[in-house]
C-alpha cells in the first residue's frame, strides 16, 4: 500500500513538500514514483527514485523546482515542491514498481507502475 499526504492550498511562489509512505512490499526492491493529473489532464509523470541507490529522475516541468528524496528507515519518499505556480495544481499521486531491467522508463509511463496509492490534492492560487 502506499499513502500519499501533504496535500493542501499555497500561493503562487510558495513550497509544500509531500510525502509517500509505503507498507506491504519490500521498499528497498521498488523505484517510486510520483505523479499528478490536472483537470481535464492526463496522468503524467513528475519525478522518480530508484530507492536502494537514491537515484533521483525528473520530468522537464519538475527539474530544478522539484527534489525527490526517500528516508528508507521509514519506507517514506518526499517530494519537495519549490516555486508553485497555477500550472501545479493537480492531485498527486505516488507510485511503486519492482525493480527489473528497463525500470526507469518504466517510471515514467503510468501503465508500467504496479502500486497506487490515493492522491493527494495541490492547489496552487494565483
Known amino acids: 500500500q502506499l499513502q500519499a499526504s501533504g496535500g493542501g492550498l499555497v500561493q503562487t511562489g510558495g513550497f509544500l513538500k509531500l510525502s509517500c509512505t509505503a507498507s506491504?512490499?519490500?521498499?528497498?526492491?521498488?523505484?517510486i514514483g510520483w505523479f499528478r493529473q490536472a483537470p481535464g489532464k492526463e496522468r503524467e509523470a513528475v519525478a522518480c527514485?530508484?530507492?536502494?541507490?537514491?537515484?533521483?529522475y525528473y520530468s522537464g516541468s519538475a527539474r530544478g523546482r522539484f527534489t525527490i528524496s526517500s528516508e528508507n528507515a521509514k519506507n517514506t519518499v518526499y517530494l519537495q515542491m519549490r516555486f508553485l505556480n497555477p500550472d501545479d495544481t493537480a492531485v498527486y499521486y505516488c507510485?511503486?514498481?519492482?525493480?527489473?531491467?528497463?525500470?526507469?522508463?518504466?517510471?515514467?509511463?503510468?501503465?508500467?507502475?504496479?502500486?497506487w496509492g490515493k492522491g493527494t490534492l495541490v492547489t496552487v492560487s494565483s
Open positions: 506491504g512490499f519490500i521498499f528497498n526492491d521498488h523505484a
Open positions: 507510485a511503486a514498481l519492482l525493480k527489473k531491467a528497463g525500470w526507469l522508463r518504466q517510471c515514467f509511463n503510468r501503465d508500467g507502475m504496479h502500486y
Open positions: 527514485t530508484g530507492v536502494s541507490d537514491r537515484s533521483t
